[in-house]
């Protein structure tokens, strides 16, 4: 394969476009079309309750924010539409040499996860808790059937793609050019922390703490091959989607 923008030792700064693509698309225009459009409905005379109005607004921004993905994935692909798609088919190709990795690190994964919820429920009443902050939200999402193969879209192949560009693209293989051993402690932390901004628990954070270990090891052992990240977060959120889905109904 011939050289390219990704193998290059200087960092690619245009891929940092994915930050303000993530903030506007994924975040602000979701946020501010929930509020907006639910502000219409009152406008216009409609009177929802609270819970209806709650949900209505998780079914906005659930679609809104679909849209964004695609939006910021496709706006990824223009950028390197030169040098993508061979890329991304060797990386594929790749896969079936870390099958092991790949099982390694979801067992990893479940494993501790189990360890960490008994030693939650081991801990005085007032530490404990059920279920995230961040879960009870997704959990919200799922009132209404419709939105299912919607939300299985975002959930389980969407986010997953762009959370590893953001956490293990832009982190570790671009920033990591600089402090390589460093940006895979940073980008554990961040993900970690993005998924526990309105936890109620400081203990809420381990879940994701042993998410990202899992995510970024497999990132780092399998040679930094994004594909291998991107398919292990792919299965939890097939098995969470599934598990998510059968607790509701």
Sequence with gaps: MKDNTFTTRKIIKKDFLLVPLYYIFYIFIPLLMG????????????????????????????????????????????????????IAIARIKELKKHVALIVICLSFIFLMSDIYDNVIYSLPEKFQYDETVNQMEINKMFT????????????????????????????????????????????????????CTQAKSPFEIGPYLIIAIGLVSAYHFSGRNLAVAILVHMILSVVAFISMYTSII
């Design 35 to 86: 509020h907006t459009l639910i502000k219409i409905l009152s406008f216009v005379g409609f009177n929802l309750t609270k819970n209806e109005t709650d949900i209505l607004f998780l079914d906005i921004t659930s679609l809104t924010t679909l849209v964004g993905e695609i939006i910021i994935l496709l706006s990824f692909y223009l950028m390197h539409r030169k040098s993508i798609i061979p």
């Design 144 to 195: 209404h059937k419709w939105m299912l193969p919607f939300l299985f879209l975002d959930i389980t192949i969407l986010t997953p793609f762009i959370e590893e560009l953001l956490m293990r693209h832009l982190l570790i293989h671009e920033l990591g050019k600089l402090t390589y051993g460093l940006m895979n402690i940073v980008s554990v932390i961040i993900f970690a922390y993005l998924h």
